[in-house]
């Protein structure tokens, strides 16, 4: 896939809101893996009158002067680009996502809002559709805790779990991997099976601390919990859901209400190159 070459940069939508947050934690992670960052920006240009638009150019430029400084005074070694791309910020980003090693997008504030579900959000949107993972962060920063990782079971949330690995391994990080029995399913069948795909899938990175749990609950409601003590929290887009659409409810969940970044791994077929 495109996303895996080595030249891929991880792609960064920049929005007025929470900029800095969102670069921040683009640019440690793209000097984890070796790569540069491409800062975009998005406005509808062809909807301003003209009076407003120089204005509102200007106001774009020193966002994105903005965000540059944040990141190269976070990660003064990543090399970055930028972007001013007219049209809509999703569909901007979904288009260049083919290309891109990982996407970073704030998540609009939406981990502080209890009760609604924010379908139409661009960090919704944007998860659901791009063509490779999607980070999703948050306002405010997340502890030192855990890489938590959440599987089913399914072939997608194994590449959940080895990209949860990569990340940890490249970040010192230790790695909590949750596998939450929902029904009538047999915990002690879902813990031996979890042991193995952390001992399969971590046999690369020895070095990483592991600890595993199978326990019966909500898998949503369980993950979000254990999120609030991690540093980052990672999923797979979807298990083995085909009715959910593009995502599935342990993915949603955690999207909406984990306080802790989250990675929706999509797009890929294996871990990060070069892991």
């Not at 891109?100 to 609009?108: M, N, S, T």
């Not at 990782?149 to 080895?162: M, P, Q, R």
Request: glycine residues 10%; hydrophobic residues 45%.
């Amino acid at each position: 896939m495109a996303a895996a070459a080595r030249d891929a940069p991880l792609l960064v939508g920049v929005g007025p809101e929470d900029a800095p947050a969102v670069v921040r934690l683009a640019a440690r992670m793209a000097a984890g893996y070796g790569r540069g960052l491409h800062l975009l920006h998005s406005f509808n240009w062809a909807a301003m009158q003209a009076p407003a638009v120089s204005g509102s150019r200007a106001d774009a430029e020193e966002l994105i002067a903005q965000a540059t400084a944040a990141a190269r005074e976070s990660e003064p070694g990543v090399p970055v680009t930028t972007e001013i791309a007219e049209g809509s910020a999703v569909a901007n980003l979904v288009r260049r996502s083919g290309s891109a090693f990982l996407l970073a997008i704030g998540d609009g504030g939406m981990a502080h809002c209890e009760r609604c579900i924010p379908a139409d959000s661009p960090a919704v949107q944007v998860a659901a559709r791009a063509d490779c993972p999607v980070l999703i962060t948050r306002r405010k920063p997340p502890p030192r805790g855990p890489v938590l990782v959440g599987l089913d079971g399914s072939t997608s949330s194994e590449i959940a779990l080895t990209w949860a690995f990569a990340y940890a391994a490249r970040l010192g990080a230790r790695l909590l991997a949750v596998w939450v029995v929902a029904g009538d399913g047999k915990v002690e069948e879902a813990g031996d099976r979890l042991r193995h795909l952390v001992a399969r899938c971590g046999a690369g990175h020895p070095d990483v601390a592991v600890e595993c749990h199978a326990v019966r609950g909500d898998p949503g409601g369980v993950l979000v919990d254990q999120s609030r003590s991690a540093q980052l929290a990672m999923v797979a887009a979807r298990g083995d859901e085909p009715w959910r659409g593009m995502l599935g409810a342990v993915s949603q969940s955690l999207l909406y209400h984990a306080p802790a970044p989250v990675i929706v791994v999509r797009g890929v077929s294996g871990p990060p190159d070069g892991s």
